[in-house]
Antibody
Framework: EVQLVESGGGLVQPGGSLRLSCAAS????????MDWVRQAPGKGLEWVGR??????????EYAASVKGRFTISRDDSKNSLYLQMNSLKTEDTALYYC???????WGQGTLVTVSS | DIQMTQSPSAMSASVGDRVTISCRAS??????LIWFQQKPGKVPKRLIS???TLERGVPSRFSGSGSGTEFTLTIGSLQPEDFATYYC?????????FGQGTKLEIK
């Protein structure tokens, strides 16, 4: 059974940093591209970014709203996906989902709250 | 960047109604469009990929059509479990973008 479990969310002050993790199981993690998608409270879905697999050099793509502040990485030996978030803003407050491309499996999300 | 505009943003309908939700792309995206359903407190569920391919296990009352810039999600006969928010996603070019969502409520 495919499972994606996010962790690492919490309360952080504006300007702060946070690192989210997504633990994957039930499939060959290293074969897949992985994405992060977020959803602000009561709002719609927003695509955050992607990391490709080793065969595609682990290259990344980002939404304009997070480019230069967020970094996506992965550790295939640990079946894990990461989202390093720096220079956080109040508008980054959201539930952050990891999802297997092509968006067929999603984690339950981890909540990030940016507030003073 | 490609903007995705869904309409309507909200609608109410009755069980048994036929419902159509539209999604328009600001530039051509071929058929690189996915439809999702999200119920309150739940994770998005992929319903349709490649604009018109129904995911396994999704009831046949759901259908998708369109290509280029105009896309449609149709629910043939609404069931109580279909009341949810629906999103389109373009994955033709980066950055990917979702529509703002269509909230389907019971009349």
């Amino acid at each position: 059974e495919v499972q994606l479990v996010e962790s690492g969310g919490g309360l952080v002050q504006p300007g702060g940093s946070l690192r989210l993790s997504c633990a994957a199981s039930g499939f060959t993690f290293s074969d897949y591209y992985m994405d992060w998608v977020r959803q602000a409270p009561g709002k719609g879905l927003e695509w955050v970014g992607r990391i490709r697999n080793k065969a595609n050099s682990y290259t990344t793509e980002y939404a304009a709203s997070v480019k230069g502040r967020f970094t996506i990485s992965r550790d295939d030996s640990k079946n894990s996906l990461y989202l390093q978030m720096n220079s956080l803003k109040t508008e980054d407050t959201a539930l952050y989902y990891c999802t297997r491309v092509p968006f067929d499996y999603w984690g339950q999300g981890t909540l990030v709250t940016v507030s003073s | 960047d490609i903007q995705m505009t869904q309409s309507p943003s909200a609608m109410s309908a009755s069980v048994g109604d036929r419902v159509t939700i539209s999604c328009r792309a600001s530039q051509g995206i071929s058929n690189n469009l996915i439809w999702f359903q999200q119920k309150p407190g739940k994770v998005p569920k992929r319903l349709i990929s490649a604009a018109s391919t129904l995911e396994r296990g999704v009831p046949s009352r759901f259908s998708g059509s369109g290509s280029g810039t105009e896309f449609t999600l149709t629910i043939g006969s609404l069931q109580p479990e279909d009341f949810a928010t629906y999103y389109c996603l373009q994955h033709n070019s980066y950055p990917y973008s979702f529509g703002q969502g269509t909230k389907l409520e019971i009349k």
